[in-house]
């Protein structure tokens, strides 16, 4: 299966990359978050066409959306001239194939020169934290 990273394109759907959104949720989160809240989720929590010129899609030959990745500026006043990985999630039966690595990659390639980049990641998440420190991520601190 080949996979291409591109910016989502004219047919691509909201619903597409939030039905992605919500399965990821569901099974990454279950032993994370209560399922109380992952019960309330539905495809319609996400509204990914709300950073459309900061997403990134992974798609197969048909188009079909296996990972996507948005990013833009820090939103944390913290850190000012810094940019932040707002979300990056591969579908599951994907995992494990680069596809996540291919969107970290083309993601940074695009935020400005020489600006840190930072990802909030939940300390329980330990595949993320993985997957984050295998791509040259630093823990900087923990809440």
Same mark, same amino acid.
């Given at each position: ?5 591109? $910016? ?8 597409? *990359?939030? /039905? #992605? +959104? ?52 820090? $939103? ?8 932040? *990985?707002? /979300? #990056? +999630? ?52 923990? $809440?």
């Amino acid at each position: 299966m080949k996979i291409t990273i591109r $910016r989502p394109i004219s047919t691509d759907q909201p619903t597409d *990359i939030a /039905s #992605l +959104y919500y399965r990821v949720w569901q099974t990454a989160y279950r032993d994370i978050l209560p399922a109380g809240f992952l019960n309330a989720l539905s495809v319609d929590s996400w509204h990914p066409e709300e950073r459309w010129s900061n997403t990134l899609l992974a798609v197969d030959e048909q188009n079909t959306i296996s990972g996507v990745c948005t990013f833009g500026p820090n $939103r944390n006043d913290d850190y000012p001239n810094t940019s932040e *990985i707002y /979300s #990056l +999630y591969v579908d599951d039966g994907c995992r494990g194939k680069g596809i996540g690595h291919d969107l970290l990659s083309q993601a940074l390639g695009m935020m400005p020169d020489n600006r840190d980049c930072f990802v909030v990641v939940l300390t329980e998440n330990r595949s993320a934290r993985h997957f984050y420190n295998s791509n040259k991520g630093v823990n900087l601190k923990r $809440r």
